[in-house]
């Protein structure tokens, strides 16, 4: 209950700090859904020559390709705007403020600044997905319905993870952005269905750095080719990459040079 009233606290203050500069707000608005039109309209394009892409008609890949604008749009709503500031933190000493409060600093300097104007783009992702869901042509029960939602949540923490270890290097080497770049190029092959990529490269994608599991693998489990293994192979991902972030981020955290020292 601790950390709910804080992160409520959370909340209220981003919430009023987004509507003092409305400009802003309205801006970071319109430039997402012009993000959101382009993907969309990739996808468009693509079937104007094609009848298939990775095994999926078009409806199933305007379906996947919402869920991956839906995972972008809460990460970007939820995290983004916190992950960006965390080699600030660190480079300048600024942490030390975060570690000597009484609750996990990870939770603190992961979830303190929610994006007001990026919940606003969260509602129409949804609205987009769910429209696409409605455009599906074979039927789909509830029970599927809820475990592909509750894969794309997994497949978003995954991010989360992914994110963080190439960002949790700034400890030793003082850079600006860390390895952010770097994730950013490689996170390009979540927008992409899995099955697309062959040897090293799926390989790479899907078990080493698993950016073609966060959204592939929800779709897989919704629309098929399903695996036997797909199941715990995605969330065993999530588990593994998890503990590898939070054992990094231990590390960190250790080697640490306060702005004191």
């Known amino acids: 209950m601790r950390y709910l009233r804080l992160y409520l606290n959370f909340l209220r203050f981003s919430f009023g700090r987004a509507l003092e500069f409305r400009f802003d707000f309205t801006l970071k608005i319109i430039m997402d859904c012009g993000y959101y039109a382009m993907h969309l309209s990739i996808y468009k394009i693509l079937y104007q020559n094609t009848q298939s892409l990775a095994g999926w008609r078009e409806d199933q890949a305007l379906v996947f390709i919402s869920s991956v604008l839906l995972i972008d749009a809460i990460q970007m709503t939820i995290f983004a705007s916190n992950m960006w500031m965390v080699p600030v933190l660190i480079n300048r000493g600024d942490l030390d403020v975060y570690l000597t409060r009484p609750v996990s600093t990870l939770f603190f300097v992961s979830l303190r600044d929610f994006a007001a104007n990026s919940f606003v783009n969260l509602l129409i992702a949804l609205g987009i997905f769910g429209y696409t869901l ?33 960002l949790i290097p700034v400890f030793w080497t003082q850079s600006s952005k860390g390895f952010q770049d770097i994730f950013f190029s490689m996170g390009l092959a979540m927008e992409r269905p899995d099955l697309i990529y062959r040897g090293a490269l799926r390989v790479l994608f899907t078990f080493v750095l698993p950016f073609g599991a966060i959204a592939s693998m929800p779709a897989r489990w919704f629309f098929g080719p399903e ?18 972030m939070l054992w990094l981020w231990n590390q960190g955290l250790k080697a640490y040079s306060s702005a004191s020292s």
């Open 134 to 166: 409605t455009q599906l042509q074979t039927p789909f029960t509830t029970l599927e319905l809820l475990g592909y939602l509750g894969l794309v949540v997994n497949g978003l923490l995954l991010w989360f993870a992914l994110q963080m270890i190439f």
């Open 227 to 244: 695996t036997p293994y797909l199941l715990p192979h995605v969330i065993g991902l999530t588990v593994v990459f998890w503990g590898i």
